[in-house]
């Protein structure tokens, strides 16, 4: 009898309990001496699988929200909050392709770290259930976080001001814009750079990080601003009048009509300087073609005005002396 409990663990006599049920399924006195550590354990880090999976789900979902919020939902609020002379013509075009485009980047982007987050914070708990000391890993990966923050903490910067550019939609490829030290057409926008084209083809590449303010020309709407010089002899109520019929008969032909926002607004004087005095006329029109719509209206001016002589701006004429000597003061 003595014999056939030689080695035989103690709690593997108390019925009911983990150590007795592991000895009978595997007569192994290891095992079963760690049946209750081994069921602990296990039950732990399902708690902590099934919990890191929930948080993921939620996190997900939120991100999924916010981001399709910040793309559409907000926007058209806003623009149902807005004046009407600041909204789009076209609120159909709000939310354009472009936007729900970078809506499913940045919410990938988004998606990712948050599942590396949740990764790493499971890892470390499930790393402890098994007893690993991690203290000593933390510290070292603390002193590496801090090392690789400092040597790319402009790649951060970059990263996170490239990712927030994208979320608020500042500008897309496409747009023309004006960033500072460069500007021209957006060939590509990514995370961490930014590619553009100047009037002249020189291609700028420009960090993300170091964008400190953006001039968007080509969001919503556009405005055509056409200066027009005329002498100080000019009659300038008759030269605004006959500005204004032209702009309105030049805007409805058919090249730059589908362009035109509204009708054009002639503001007046807008500069009286030794040379002449400067008109002042705008219109409002599709984003980026501002360019095509004060080209078209510059020329109508000018054959309207050479036609009806209205007089234009010439070099101030200097006092020459007369033929018999100098001028006298």
């Known amino acids: 009898m003595l014999d056939a409990v030689v080695g035989r663990p103690a709690c593997a006599d108390d019925p ?5 049920r592991f000895y009978d399924w595997t007569n192994n006195d290891f095992l079963a001496n760690s049946a209750d550590a081994i069921v602990s354990a296990t039950i732990n880090i399902t708690l902590i699988v099934v919990l890191g999976l929930v948080v993921r789900f939620l996190l997900h979902r939120a991100i999924h929200r916010v981001v399709d919020g910040a ?5 058209s609020r806003l623009l149902g909050r807005a004046p009407r002379r ?3 013509e076209t609120n159909g075009a709000a939310v354009s392709q472009r936007r729900g485009q970078r809506a499913k980047t940045i919410g990938s982007v988004l998606r990712s770290i948050s599942s590396a987050v949740v990764l790493v914070i499971a890892s470390i708990m499930i790393l402890a259930e098994f007893g690993v000391a991690l203290a000593p890993v933390l510290a070292s990966a603390g002193i590496v976080g801090v090392a690789v923050g400092f040597g ?3 790649l951060v910067r970059d990263f996170l001001s490239g990712m927030f550019m994208l979320l608020e ?3 897309g490829v496409g747009d023309i814009v004006d960033l500072g030290e460069a500007g021209g057409v957006v060939e590509a926008v990514g ?18 990080g170091e964008i400190l303010r953006v001039g968007n020309k080509s969001q919503g709407y556009a ?17 605004t009048d006959l500005l204004s019929r032209v702009a309105v008969e030049r805007v409805a032909k058919t090249d730059i009509a589908d362009d035109v926002l509204e009708p054009p607004e002639v503001l007046g004087i807008e500069r009286v300087g030794p040379e002449g005095v400067t008109l002042r006329l705008t219109v409002r029109v599709n ?27 010439g070099i101030i004429p200097t006092l020459t002396p007369p033929s018999g000597g100098p001028v006298k003061s």
């Open 191 to 208: 995370l961490r750079i930014t590619t553009l084209r100047d009037v002249n083809g020189t291609v700028w590449y420009v960090r993300n």
């Open 169 to 171: 939609d500042q500008y």
């Open 223 to 239: 405005v055509a601003v056409v200066d027009v010089p005329v002498a100080h002899s000019a009659d300038v109520t008759t030269a």
């Open 86 to 88: 600041l909204r789009p």
């Open 152 to 154: 790319a903490q402009n």
């Open 71 to 75: 793309t559409s939902s907000r926007l």
């Open 16 to 20: 009911g309990t983990w150590c007795a």
């Open 287 to 313: 984003p980026g073609r501002q360019f095509a719509v004060q080209r078209a209206l510059n020329g109508a001016i000018t054959d309207a005005f050479d036609d009806n002589g209205v007089p234009r701006p």
